[in-house]
């Protein structure tokens, strides 16, 4: 099993449609979780940073993390065609030691105009 | 944000001949950077931490010789794929932390550099 689970999608949704990628993790010590955003070529660019359980909002994009159920959220608002992209959540235990991170396989979203 | 530049964006050499992939923070010290390489549809795989004025730290399973790093000040690091064949195409991506998150492990990603080898 690996220790982060997001499926690969392919997601096409419309134009102004919600948007939910969501990853699952087994490692109980993970305490910061991100989102990142990868187009096509290039490095991945941060999205959003949560520490621990709750939800963070941040224009259109909100992130949601439940640690009860080691589940995290990621919703896209008012979706726009510049939103395609693969996305990815990566999480971290806490500590300057403990560099790694790990990642998900990566969501790929397609927005039609 | 924080800005990791990563030079160059890509390369198309021949078999057999080394290429040298830099990547410095703008903006910010780094002590440490990590260098990741990914497949097509696949995720980033980390080969190797950086530290600057010590030894690299290498993933299991990647080849010291073949992926030189060298992390000589605290805004650069380079990747040097030595005697490239065929199979290190890919997409090479470094990263970096910023001081003030350290302790959340918040990475910052260059643009990524995509290796051909002819």
């Known amino acids: 099993q690996k220790e982060v689970e997001q499926d690969p999608g392919p997601l096409s949704v419309p134009e102004g449609a919600i948007v939910s990628l969501n990853c699952t993790y087994s490692?109980?010590?993970?305490?910061?979780f991100m989102w990142y955003r990868q187009y096509s070529r290039k490095g991945p660019e941060l999205l959003m940073y949560t520490y621990s359980s709750g939800n963070k909002e941040d224009g259109r994009f909100t992130a949601q993390v439940d640690k009860s159920s080691k589940y995290i959220s990621l919703f896209i608002r008012d979706s726009q065609p510049s939103d395609s992209a693969t996305y990815l959540c990566a999480m971290s235990p806490v500590g300057t030691n403990d560099y790694k991170l790990s990642f998900g396989a990566g969501t790929t979203v397609t927005v039609r105009a | 944000g924080a800005v990791v530049s990563q030079h160059p964006s890509r390369v198309i050499c021949k078999s057999g001949t080394s290429v040298k992939i830099e990547c410095r923070s703008l903006?910010?010290?780094?002590?440490?950077m990590f260098w990741y390489r990914q497949f097509p549809k696949q995720s980033l795989m980390l080969m190797a931490t950086?530290?600057?004025?010590?030894?690299?730290?290498?993933e299991q399973g990647v080849e010291k010789d073949k992926f030189l790093i060298n992390h000589a000040s605290l805004t650069l690091s380079t990747l040097t794929v030595t005697s490239a064949h065929p199979e290190d195409s890919s997409f090479y991506i470094c990263s970096a932390r910023i001081p003030q998150q350290l302790a959340k492990n918040i990475q910052y990603f260059g643009a990524g550099t995509r290796l051909s080898v002819l």
């Open positions: 950086s530290n600057e004025g010590s030894k690299a730290t290498y």
């Open positions: 903006d910010f010290q780094a002590t440490t």
């Open positions: 490692n109980s010590a993970f305490q910061y």
